[in-house]
């Protein structure tokens, strides 16, 4: 009965927001949520997008097209997302396209790939879900709410470190102790861990999708950050290119990624993205999971936004906005990193938290909870409560501010 509903808990990191906007301090600092601002602290459009937006908006004054996208989305941006990730990002992709082995889907970015990813898979596959420990707290709620029974964390992070040996020895212990026969899920991030900054290295990847592959699992790659780490958005695929690799991997029961257009656009609030599953043989395999991708698009929200795809297909689509795209982000992951630059030489951390090992927006800076408490209640410096900070909220006239009241909690 609608009188006996519980109360959800807040959102981990929207619901300080809120709280940063009522704060009256005039030194007040948001380092929660991860969306990219300048110098100036200013959140911008990129210059290829606002090309973009601007050709796109010249030709709506000629045919205004404000009508539904089709189920799967806009046709031309699925070919030059497929173009961009199978060709482009990962080479030897162009074979599974060719062998018309790649089911696509435009989504309501990265976290819309992943619902209907984990709606498909807890319909027809699995119920089991592994995420690393920690993860991106929306991860589980979006498994959960689409159906998953089982949600699991594998150490991921141990005493500042990336443990791997932790990581690879759950995954077994988990495998011994089950007798389930539907195979376990588990999402992998593609580069820029969120919220660690922590990412294996590419022989550490392959000891891993190795016994991923052994153990049979079904592996979710949510590739949200890529070109943040290097801002070469294609080196940020390796992942891709290692887990598509057939002469080491085939993946039984197919490979979903789930990738976003939202940060490395900043498109976030258009909501732009796609979700592909990698069948394992050829067409006809992929025509049912496009059947069933398609119910299940039409069943949630019934077809994707038009503007934000379009956008971006111009961007993809117009090589010289495309370069200009590339550099733009190259901008981004540059400034990134001589944030954290900044941030090694005003803060005497030990070099388990070198601000500079860490990859893509976020420091994972080791924090407890009742320091990052003090910060908010001293200094009104905002920082997730698992002592995440967004680095693109520092710049040349807050850093200081900000690194004399870390420094200060050192005391
Ligand atoms: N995955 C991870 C790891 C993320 O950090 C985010 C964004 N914070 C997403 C997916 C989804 O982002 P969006 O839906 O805005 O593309």
Redesign the pocket.
Known sequence: RINSIPMAPPDKILGLTEQFNADKNDNKTNLTV?IYKDNWGQVTTMPSVARAQAMLDQSFEMNTDLSYLPIKGCPDFRENVLRFLYRESCPQGVELLNQERISFVQTL????A?AVASKFLSLFMSHTVWFPNPS?PNHANVFQINGFKNINHYTYYKDGQLDVDGWISDLEKAAKSTNDSFPPCIVL?ACCH?PTGLDPTLEQWKRIMDKIHELKMIPII?M?YQGLDTGDVYKDAYLLRLSLDESRYQWSNGLFLCQ?F?KNMGL?GERV?SLSVVTSRGAEEKRSVDSQLKKIVRGMYSSPPGYGSRVANIVLSNPHLKNLWFQDVENIAKRLQSVKAKMAERLNWDSLQDPTRQHGMFLYTGLNASEVNTLREDSSIYLVQDGRLSLSGLNDSNIDYVCDALRKLEK
């Open positions: 991860g970015s990265g976290t819309g992943l991106w991030h969120n949510d949200a976003s939202a976030y993205g």
